[in-house]
């Protein structure tokens, strides 16, 4: 049986989390993964789990709890008529494959080269979001045929190893091809169903050292972890979406691109082991 100390340490850092994590999701528009992976390598590293596998026990917990609020927030969005079908459709399948991979890859890589990972591409998303000018553009519409094959697997592949969802590279991606921003984020709820279910799937038959995971772990994804942020998230969120319509977000957003800079930054610290 779980020692009753180690879940009620767990359970008031997760608490915290979720709660953190839903007002900045809600206030941002930020994916919670962005802030989730961070936060749970903090917790279970807290409360002395490590192993060569900590990282992807990150990535596929943060990744259940992006299945439940991507689903939740595209069918909101879709009854505002928001979410681009079209581009789903067209991007779906890419994205889903590039998933899969991803959990290949990430499965056979020690947590170090995933912290590395997530510090370089971390300080990416956080120079677009400090630094990024809604009139940048790559073309007029989002591409198809050959060149959909050749990125779609991509957006999959790289958030599967960042244990985030669809907000994080299809929010720009969309924007630089000419989509509206609130279709974008709209649709990118879509690509964040798509890149987490099959990726949830195929780390529940990961297989981590009993030593080296939390209690109620199945796979790679904690059960216990899961269940907390879900619900505190979709308690905050909401006081973050008010919190956005009562101040200016775009200050907001250049505070957290440094936030999430610094983050990116210590994880980077830590894979080199500095």
Same mark, same amino acid.
């Given at each position: 049986?779980?020692? #009753?100390m180690?879940?009620a340490?767990?359970?008031?850092l997760?608490l915290?989390?979720g709660?953190?994590a839903?007002?900045l999701?809600?206030?941002l528009?930020?994916g919670?993964?962005? @802030?989730? @992976?961070?936060?749970?390598?903090?917790a279970f590293?807290?409360?002395?789990?490590?192993?060569?596998?900590?990282m992807?026990?990150c990535l596929?917990?943060s &990744?259940a709890?992006?299945?439940?609020t $991507?689903?939740?927030?595209?069918?909101?969005? %879709?009854k505002?008529?928001?979410?681009?079908?079209?581009?789903?459709? *067209?991007?779906?399948p890419g994205?889903?494959?590039?998933?899969?991979?991803?959990?290949?890859?990430?499965?056979?890589?020690? =947590?170090?080269?995933?912290?590395a990972l997530?510090?370089?591409?971390?300080?990416?998303?956080g120079?677009?979001?400090?630094?990024g000018?809604?009139?940048?553009?790559?073309?007029?519409?989002?591409?198809k045929?050959?060149?959909?094959?050749?990125?779609?697997?991509f @957006?999959?592949f790289l $958030?599967?190893?960042?244990?985030? *969802?669809?907000?994080?590279?299809?929010?720009?991606?969309?924007s630089l091809y %000419? =989509?509206?921003i609130?279709r974008?984020?709209? =649709?990118?709820?879509?690509f964040?169903?798509?890149?987490?279910?099959?990726?949830? &799937?195929?780390?529940?038959?990961l297989?981590?050292?009993?030593?080296?995971?939390?209690?109620?772990?199945?796979?790679?994804? %904690?059960?216990?972890?899961?269940?907390?942020v879900? #619900?505190?998230t979709?308690?905050t969120a909401?006081?973050g979406v008010?919190?956005?319509?009562?101040m200016d977000?775009?200050?907001?957003r250049? @505070?957290?691109?440094?936030?999430l #800079?610094?983050v990116?930054?210590?994880?980077?610290?830590?894979?080199?082991?500095?």
């Open positions: 049986m779980p020692e #009753t180690l879940l340490q767990m359970l008031g997760l915290v989390i709660a953190l839903g007002v999701a809600g206030l528009g930020v919670g993964g962005i @802030v989730l @992976v961070p936060a749970f390598f903090y590293h807290t409360l002395g789990y490590g192993g060569p596998q900590l992807q026990l596929a917990t &990744l709890t992006i299945m439940v $991507s689903t939740r927030s595209v069918l909101s969005h %879709n505002k008529g928001a979410v681009d079908w079209a581009i789903l459709r *067209g991007w779906g994205i889903a494959v590039g998933a899969l991979i991803g959990v290949l890859v990430a499965s056979a890589l020690r =947590t170090e080269f995933l912290q997530f510090g370089i591409l971390g300080m990416v998303i120079a677009y979001l400090g630094f000018r809604s009139e940048w553009r790559l073309g007029e519409m989002m591409p045929g050959v060149k959909r094959a050749a990125m779609s697997p @957006v999959g $958030s599967v190893l960042m244990g985030i *969802g669809g907000g994080s590279f299809g929010v720009p991606l969309m %000419n =989509t509206p609130h974008a984020v709209a =649709t990118a709820a879509g964040g169903v798509i890149i987490a279910v099959p990726s949830v &799937l195929g780390f529940l038959f297989d981590i050292a009993p030593e080296h995971r939390p209690p109620l772990t199945i796979g790679a994804v %904690n059960l216990v972890a899961f269940g907390i879900i #619900t505190m979709m308690i909401p006081w008010r919190l956005a319509h009562a977000p775009k200050p907001l250049r @505070v957290f691109a440094l936030f #800079t610094l990116a930054l210590n994880m980077l610290r830590k894979a080199l082991g500095w």
